[in-house]
């Protein structure tokens, strides 16, 4: 059975994407940590990162810097935070959370809320700076 992930990869799931090439997709996280917290995941449906073959790991990775780039220009922050953790998707994926403290990768706080409207100017705002 597919990930949600894969799904929302297929658009059998609609997502606010930020960028997308033949490899790797890019889309607001609907629980974000942050304003413009963003998941970036190779299309191929691997359960665990580092079970990505050299080629997958090291093109997610670059990927995942352009989106970071693009994020930190959308978004005003200190630095973009990364984090793998990706237990409860059984799908490779990276967060990038903008960050003013380390607090704000904490994935314990309260997650934002936003409209959809909110939701899709945020995407614009980073889809624009790739």
């Known amino acids: ?16 994407k930020v960028a997308e090439d033949e490899n790797f997709y890019a889309f607001l996280d609907i629980f974000p940590l942050a304003k413009g917290h963003t998941l970036v995941i190779p299309k191929k449906e691997v359960d ?5 073959d050299d080629e997958l790991y090291t093109g997610l990775q670059l990927f995942a810097k352009k989106v970071a780039v693009a ?9 973009v935070g990364v984090a793998v953790l990706g237990l409860e998707v ?10 003013q403290s380390e607090q704000d990768i904490n ?11 909110e939701f899709e100017q945020i995407r614009k705002s980073i889809a624009d700076q790739l």
């Open 90 to 99: 059984p799908h490779a994926h990276i967060h990038l959370v903008p960050m």
């Open 107 to 117: 994935f314990a706080n309260p997650k934002k809320k936003f409209s959809p409207e």
């Open 71 to 79: 994020l930190k220009k959308a978004i005003p922050c200190k630095k």
């Open 1 to 16: 059975m597919a990930s949600i992930f894969s799904k929302i990869v297929t658009g059998e799931i609609p997502s606010h």
């Open 48 to 52: 665990y990162l580092f079970d990505l």
